[in-house]
């Protein structure tokens, strides 16, 4: 069976602050509406204070409203991935892609495991697209 790996039973503890207002409508949103599986992964529990999902092990891991990119800024590379803009940065052992020109944030990082890694990104943005408004597209 696709996505069963031994361990993945055991929650994902992610790191994501509690968001307020219109971060916290729409990442709850999202998360509503993200698929059950990625990258042919199922999903998996996660304990975290703010708005996350895991999928397969090792981890594929999803957060909303927060992000560690390095280097993001207005002048960064904008890859088009099934209509969502996302930065991406090569983390070593995987990727991490940042949603860019919407409201909220939107992190998500693959394991080289999967790769091709921006698969996983083109799973979830359907999800991004109905839930997380865009406010500047890529150019």
Request: hydrophobic content about 45%; glycine content about 10%.
């Amino acid at each position: 069976m696709l996505g069963c790996d031994a361990g993945s039973s055991d929650p994902v503890d992610v790191s994501a602050p509690a968001l307020k207002g219109a971060a916290a409508r729409e990442c709850a949103a999202l998360q509503g509406e993200l698929p059950s599986q990625v990258a042919d992964l199922w999903s998996r529990d996660v304990t975290t204070d703010g708005v996350a999902s895991a999928w397969g092990a090792p981890a594929i891991v999803l957060r909303c409203g927060v992000t560690d990119a390095a280097g993001l800024g207005p002048a960064s590379r904008c890859d088009m991935l099934d209509g969502v803009g996302w930065y991406a940065e090569d983390l070593g052992d995987g990727f991490r892609f940042t949603t860019i020109g919407r409201s909220v944030p939107v992190e998500l990082t693959v394991p080289d495991d999967y790769a091709p890694e921006a698969d996983a990104a083109v799973d979830v943005a359907a999800a991004i697209k109905r839930t997380i408004p865009l406010r500047q597209p890529c150019v």
